[in-house]
T-cell receptor, first 115, second 109 residues
Framework: EPEVTQTPSHQVTQMGQEVILRCVPISNHLYFYWYRQILGQKVEFLVSFYNNEISEKSEIFDDQFSVERPDGSNFTLKIRSTKLEDSAMYFC?????????????FGPGTRLTVL | RKEVEQDPGPFNVPEGATVAFNCTYSNSASQSFFWYRQDCRKEPKLLMSVYSSGNEDGRFTAQLNRASQYISLLIRDSKLSDSATYLCVVNRGRRALTFGSGTRLQVQP
């Protein structure tokens, strides 16, 4: 069964460093998302991406964040200068089509720890 | 007011029990509704979509009341493997999913 994959599973970084989290969405999916979940809190939307551009972003997704689809398979989230409060689980998700009832499939997540 | 509100629980129930979770959402423009399940430190996984007419999938029944902006999930004959956090999720069209904080269920032998 096709699945969303994410690397690395755990990333430890120093405050102020740049990190890139990588995702490979399901191959024929067209809509891509990043969410984050701070430990003990709810899953929060960061950004959605369609047709090679950002289609929606939350207030969390400030200038420190960027996304890219550098080739036909990868979808990356970059945090330019990490802060302690960026420590969270980051989930990538993809969806086949835009219909609202279509399922978003989530990857296993990258646990980011900022020291 | 939170966009999606759930009772955090935990709900501690014995095996075989029936348990119900409720959820309310604030945005009347919400179009799609889901229950996701999340195991500890894992990704959310779709349990079932929720349709206006109500729908059932095995031991799980979901109901939607658009007038009251209320969604429910009923689990019958609880199994130990049902222990997880159940996330109420809404979607406004093509937009991102909005998650509730989740209701934790612990099924005990």
């Amino acid at each position: 069964e096709p699945e969303v994959t994410q690397t690395p599973s755990h990333q430890v970084t120093q405050m102020g460093q740049e990190v890139i989290l990588r995702c490979v969405p399901i191959s024929n999916h067209l809509y891509f998302y990043w969410y984050r979940q701070i430990l003990g809190q709810k899953v929060e939307f960061l950004v959605s991406f369609y047709n090679n551009e950002i289609s929606e972003k939350s207030e969390i997704f400030d200038d420190q964040f960027s996304v890219e689809r550098p080739d036909g398979s990868n979808f990356t989230l970059k945090i330019r200068s990490t802060k302690l409060e960026d420590s969270a689980m980051y989930f990538c998700a993809s969806k086949l089509a835009g219909e609202p009832h279509n399922e978003q499939f989530f990857g296993p997540g990258t646990r980011l720890t900022v020291l | 007011r939170k966009e999606v509100e759930q009772d955090p629980g935990p709900f501690n129930v014995p095996e075989g029990a029936t348990v119900a979770f409720n959820c309310t959402y604030s945005n009347s423009a919400s179009q799609s509704f889901f229950w996701y399940r999340q195991d500890c430190r894992k990704e959310p996984k779709l349990l079932m979509s929720v349709y206006s007419s109500g729908n059932e999938d095995g031991r799980f029944t979901a109901q939607l009341n658009r007038a009251s902006q209320y969604i429910s999930l009923l689990i019958r004959d609880s199994k130990l493997s049902d222990s997880a956090t159940y996330l109420c999720v809404v979607n406004r069209g093509r937009r991102a999913l909005t998650f509730g904080s989740g209701t934790r269920l612990q099924v005990q032998p």
